[in-house]
Nanobody
Framework: QVQLVESGGGLVQPGGSLRLSCAASGSIFSIYTMGWYRQAPGKQRELVAS????????NYADSVKGRFTISRDNAKNTVYLQMNSLKPEETAVYYCHSRTQVGLTIVDYWGQGTQVTVSS
């Protein structure tokens, strides 16, 4: 199993920046990808960004390209999401996600979520 603990959420003004962190523990060796999703009230959870743990290859939602950066520090088993030029409509609970694969078995894990509020 993998445990994920997020930190770094909070209140920020429009145009501001925040950095989220997600520390993983447990069966780290089995992690294939890690990433961030968000869910606004009344909306479906959506992918924000993901990164392949070994190669570092990244993937972003079109809406955040050029403003958000996902990175990882494998020595610390931590993934970061640097969010710049934040918009009010990006207010949501941000969830850390990891996908593990052992053989043909794939399992998804989620953190508890961290609130990001973009408001003046």
């Amino acid at each position: 199993q993998v445990q994920l603990v997020e930190s770094g959420g909070g209140l920020v003004q429009p145009g501001g920046s925040l950095r989220l962190s997600c520390a993983a523990s447990g069966s780290i060796f089995s992690i294939y990808t890690m990433g961030w999703y968000r869910q606004a009230p009344g909306k479906q959870r959506e992918l924000v960004a993901s990164i392949i743990r070994n190669s570092g290859i990244t993937n972003y939602a079109d809406s955040v390209k050029g403003r958000f950066t996902i990175s990882r520090d494998n020595a610390k088993n931590t993934v970061y999401l640097q969010m710049n030029s934040l918009k009010p409509e990006e207010t949501a609970v941000y969830y850390c996600h990891s996908r593990t694969q052992v053989g043909l078995t794939i399992v998804d894990y989620w953190g508890q979520g961290t609130q990001v509020t973009v408001s003046s």
